[in-house]
């Protein structure tokens, strides 16, 4: 059976604004503490501009539904570090760290920079579908997809963990704990 779900790279401009309407709905501004514990949350708040310019570098994959955008996957390449100062120094300590005993940054990674599903449309798969979408896009120019998750957010980081992600380092900065979560491209799939 096919998936109700249209799931792509980002194709139009006019498809910007509607992730940043999700990603507003879901930041901890905008819910109680007890949906952030039970249903996760989203921490960095983008604009359209660093959007457009995160895209015009490599599209993020969406999920769109009834010709509504319900869920997005954001890409960050190594170039969008300037993008969001509130990045630049998660993006200064993977410049650091050591990945399958080599320098992270002398291999081919992208960080995702933020992935956000609709609570109408969460436990259906979309989840997975997104970072299939992600392998599917840019397998042949990465090997490696970094990403890391506030550890208060259990939720997404059991998400990360069966798609495939595997620990690589914990922080602490003055926004909260942080686990940086690698996969690892060339290993089979989960």
Known sequence: ???????TPVRSPSELPRIL???RKNLPKAISADEMRAQGFVTVEHDVSALERMHALAPSIIANHAGELVAYALTMPRECRS?????VPMFDLL??????GRPLG??????MGQICIDKAHRGVGLFDQLYAGHRELYRERFDVLV??????NTRSLRAHERV???PLHTYRDATDEWAIVAWDWSEPSA
Do not use: I
């Open 83 to 87: 993008l969001m100062p509130v990045l």
């Open 95 to 100: 410049d650091t760290l050591d990945y399958q």
């Open 106 to 111: 002398e291999q081919r990674f992208y960080v």
């Open 1 to 7: 059976m096919a998936s109700p779900y249209d799931v």
């Open 164 to 166: 495939g992600f595997k």
């Open 21 to 23: 309407d999700l990603q």
């Open 147 to 152: 990403t890391e998750v506030a550890t208060r």
